[in-house]
Nanobody
Framework: QVQLVESGGGLVQAGGSLRLSCAAS????????MGWFRQAPGKEREFVAK????????YYADSVKGRFTISRDNAKNTVYLQMNSLKLEDTAAYYC??????????WGKGTLVTVSS
């Protein structure tokens, strides 16, 4: 089993910044990648960013490219999402996801980000 705990969400004004963290615990030794998804009220969950656990592969949704940066600390089994130049449309619950070989995946419970005008 793997547990994912997100933190760092909150209320921020448009144009501001937040940094989300996702700490993984449990059987983390075979993590393939970790990433972030988000779900706004009334909308489907969508991909935000992903980072391979080894190597340098990073991937972003077009809507966040140039504003969000995903990074990792392997020693802490933690992935971060630095969010800059936040927009109203970034308001959502943000979920961390860890992918393992064989299509196994675990999700965190989410952290809420609210961007105000």
């Amino acid at each position: 089993q793997v547990q994912l705990v997100e933190s760092g969400g909150g209320l921020v004004q448009a144009g501001g910044s937040l940094r989300l963290s996702c700490a993984a615990s449990g059987r983390t030794f075979s993590i393939y990648s970790m990433g972030w998804f988000r779900q706004a009220p009334g909308k489907e969950r969508e991909f935000v960013a992903k980072r391979n656990w080894s190597g340098s592969g990073t991937y972003y949704a077009d809507s966040v490219k140039g504003r969000f940066t995903i990074s990792r600390d392997n020693a802490k089994n933690t992935v971060y999402l630095q969010m800059n130049s936040l927009k109203l449309e970034d308001t959502a619950a943000y979920y961390c996801k860890a992918d393992f070989p064989g299509g196994v995946a675990y999700w965190g419970k989410g952290t809420l980000v609210t961007v105000s005008s």
